[in-house]
């Protein structure tokens, strides 16, 4: 059986953003487990406009030429790890304007989140799980917060993950728990598919 993939989706596009620097930790400590194979998904790779269908995409299939490859990527994943900011209390519009060009893509697949900001982007992520819920993800309590201390240590005193060696435990717990939900919804989703095909 071939291994579930799991996409890191990158939720600020700015050019000096902090991004990447979360992302590829997630990255590095995901990939030495061997349980899925974990990407990046850059939301700067998919410039989507601001939506302006119709519809919602439950009801008008979207034509734009990014949002179309960014809706084709979320279908091929089995799994999400959203790595997000908090831009006033709640997260970027440039995610908040990708997910709303997807309906089924991401369906009844597992969501994780890792937030940093002040208060680890606590806000944020609650907002996102809200979203995915209506997504029809499953969202995953155990989530990775970067408070305000390392976010600051890593931004202005030039220090790294290594320093805040507290937060790795918090991204393994984190991908424990979607690993499971990634298992056993893929099982899901694939028996309903040979149920239908039967
Ligand atoms: C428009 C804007 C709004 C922000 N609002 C918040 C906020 O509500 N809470 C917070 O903790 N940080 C806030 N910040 C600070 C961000 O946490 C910090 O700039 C972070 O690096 C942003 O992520 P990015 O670098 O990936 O863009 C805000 C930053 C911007 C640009």
């Known amino acids: 059986m071939s291994k579930p993939k799991i996409g890191i989706i990158l939720s600020?596009?700015?050019?000096?953003?902090?991004a990447d620097r979360p992302a590829k930790w997630v990255l590095d400590i995901a990939k030495a487990r061997g349980?899925?194979?974990?990407?990046?998904?850059?939301?700067?790779?998919?410039?989507?406009?601001?939506?302006?269908?119709?519809?919602?995409p439950r009801f008008v299939p979207i034509t734009d030429d990014a949002a179309t490859k960014w809706a084709r990527k979320v279908s091929e994943l089995d799994g999400y790890i959203f790595v997000t900011a908090e831009y006033n209390h709640t997260i970027a519009a440039v995610l908040k304007n990708a997910l709303d060009h997807l309906y089924d893509e991401p369906s009844r697949k597992?969501?994780?989140?890792?937030?940093?900001?002040?208060?680890?982007?606590?806000?944020?992520?609650?907002?996102?799980?809200?979203?995915?819920?209506?997504?029809s993800m499953v969202p995953m309590k155990a989530g990775v917060h970067i408070n305000m201390?390392?976010?600051?240590?890593?931004?202005?005193q030039g220090k790294d993950f290594a320093d805040y060696a507290y937060l790795a435990p918090t991204v393994t717990t984190m991908l424990d728990e979607?690993?499971?939900?990634?298992?056993?919804?893929?099982?899901?989703?694939?028996?309903?598919?040979?149920?239908?095909?039967?």
């Open 149 to 156: 201390e390392p976010l600051l240590g890593m931004l202005q």
């Open 110 to 135: 597992p969501a994780a989140f890792v937030g940093y900001g002040a208060v680890g982007a606590a806000r944020a992520v609650e907002h996102l799980r809200q979203i995915a819920v209506e997504l």
């Open 12 to 18: 600020t596009t700015r050019e000096t953003r902090f």
């Open 35 to 56: 349980d899925a194979e974990y990407e990046i998904v850059d939301l700067r790779d998919y410039p989507i406009p601001y939506f302006d269908a119709p519809a919602s």
């Open 178 to 198: 979607l690993a499971w939900y990634t298992q056993t919804l893929k099982a899901g989703r694939d028996s309903a598919e040979t149920r239908a095909a039967a």
